[in-house]
């Protein structure tokens, strides 16, 4: 088993599983392995989002604790083992709640944000900045990162006779408390347990510090917050990894690494000689996804790739067309920017921008620009509307059920049921690309368009949000407005790209 580092004196002791660990662990186990034995380096600099996630965390959880009027013990300010010890004695005298304690049996560490006692035991809570429950209202769920943490807190308690029963809370963003009853299946086809599921998490961390199993990195969406990205691109690239095929993520490489370790070699294979009837000898993957992979990985590794069309696409033919963009605060739970480009008869020298924002964080001004952007849409007049994703539509639909009289419902659905979703009516399915991913920016990009700022992404725009309401500074204000105004020109260009493309692989 691996050691950490002294803490002054001559003994060492084992690295701990805590509930950060795991929760790192259910969204990237590689990234376990990188922050236990890679060189440090390696490592990128914080993301200026995840900095302020954290800043923004730790301030909503002071708000919290601020305002709460139950009594409580607060052991926030103590370190090490004399919280351990404190947290240990207030449990013993059964106090009613407490924050910031410590708990710790075995190899297991966890730093619960509280501890209730309910029931003659205490159950474990943490306070978070985000949504207690992922999902749409109607398919709301618990989220898995959370709920091994809460896990960990309770298995601590049991080992200590302190629990009160497998579950857990979380207070969210939203002032709501959010129950996880760990014992509970997580659906009918899926029986497993979330208890079930941290017990699966708690071996593999166990085996990642005693360095009995050996993680690969995996490209996906949440890679380029993390401060491993560019080693882990690097050693993705090396490898010349599966997971670098847009879609086929670390599952799907799992059930093909037993016989295609890489993407030269899924190019090379014939699809029927792993196919029978409606399945392939990869679980999981059936016959087309299998085909449409390995197209993929054809595509990658030719001498001289060129994205096309899989067959012909009909898009709407208008003399304006408009091009939109929304930049949203989620921890504000704002959306404090429309805006969209405007081009008439194709000609781009006509385009003109138009931006609804937000100079303060407020509902009030939430539904201003909301009314401002539904307003500027209905004065355009008749016109082909194209956006990317579906985040768009749904936001929007957040904002009419918040805000009712800025439109009906009818003439919302009826307004995104005309326009077009570039990414799933059009690149998903009707397209081939070589590319790493399907994103406006790599496809863009792709295409020859270059953003002005240097670092352009959606996290980024929320962070100079953050720094605009603190400041009021213009320079940021117009920051983020010429990252939204070139996100809306990167989807033009995306559509002239699509329109040019052929249809069939051009040899």
Sequence with gaps: MPYGPSTGSSCIVPTPVTATLLYDLVRCPHRVTMDLFAEASRRDPVNPFVQLLWERGNLYEKSVVA???TPFLDLS???????????QEAMARGEPLIYGGRIQAGDLL?????????????????????SGEEGDDENSRPKKHYAVQLALYVD????????????????????QEVVYDLMTPQGVRNTDTLWDV?????????????????????YGAECKLCHWYSACLADLATANDLTLIPELGRSKREALMARVSNIRELASIDVSAFTSGKKTVFPGIGPETLAKFVERARLLVAPNPKPYLKNPVTLPKSDVEIFFDIEVDPMRDICYLHG?????????TSERYIACFADSPTPAAEEAVFAGAWEYLRRAGPAAVYYYSKYERTIWRKLREKYPRVCPESELEEFFGEAVDLYFDVVRPHTEWPTRDFSIKTLAKYLGFAWRDTHPSGAASIEWYHRWVESSDPAIKQRILDYNEDDCRATRVLLDGIRKLPVGINE
Excluded: M
Aim: with cysteine; net charge positive; hydrophobic share 30%.
């Design 156 to 175: 601590i308690l049991e080992r200590k006779g302190l629990s009160s029963g497998r579950r857990g809370f979380i207070w969210d963003v939203h002032g």
């Design 67 to 69: 305002g709460l009027k």
């Design 77 to 87: 300010s103590f370190r090490g083992a004399e919280k351990e010890r404190l947290t």
């Design 110 to 130: 966890g730093d619960p944000d509280l501890l209730r006692r309910e029931e003659g035991g205490y159950v474990p809570g943490d306070i978070k900045s985000g």
């Design 198 to 218: 941290y017990q699966e998490a708690l071996g593999e961390a166990r085996r990642i510090i005693g360095r009995s199993c050996k993680t690969l990195p995996a």
């Design 340 to 348: 969209f480009i405007e081009r008439h008869d194709g000609d781009n």
